[in-house]
């Protein structure tokens, strides 16, 4: 059974850091494409970025890119995002998910992740 168990989040003052964690099991991180999403108060789930399983290259929305960062321990097999200068519009519930390798123009579709994990709150606050 394939799972995705999401972690690290947690209230930081602005222009702090934070690292979340997702943990896979039942399948290969190195056969899918691993997406973050989030989801503000009111507001619409959107995409924070997407590393892909063939290229191994993340792809990043603009309004994290620079701030954020990603990593994995394939080990482990967990997939970190790294959140750095954050500011009070990143507070969301953040979301990983994998999907089987969809195309570039498709990443930031919540459709072309299959699997998704609980989520996790990250307050940016002071």
């Known amino acids: 059974r394939c799972r995705l168990q999401a972690s690290g989040g947690g209230l930081v003052q602005p222009g702090g850091s934070l690292r979340l964690s997702c943990a896979a099991s039942?399948?290969?991180?190195?056969?899918?494409?691993i997406g973050w999403f989030r989801q503000a108060p009111g507001k619409k789930r959107e995409w924070v970025s997407s590393?892909?399983?063939?290229?191994?290259?993340?792809y990043w929305a603009d309004s994290v890119k620079g701030r954020f960062a990603d990593s994995r321990d394939n080990a482990k097999k967990v997939v970190y995002l790294q959140m750095n200068s954050l500011k009070p519009e990143d507070t969301a519930v953040y979301y990983c998910?994998?999907?089987?390798?969809?195309?570039?123009?498709?990443?930031?579709?919540?459709?072309?992740?299959?699997?998704w994990g609980n989520g996790t709150l990250v307050t940016v606050s002071s």
């Open positions: 039942g399948f290969s991180l190195d056969r899918y494409t």
């Open positions: 998910a994998a999907g089987p390798r969809p195309i570039l123009s498709a990443l930031h579709l919540m459709a072309s992740y299959s699997y």
């Open positions: 590393r892909r399983s063939g290229d191994g290259r993340t």
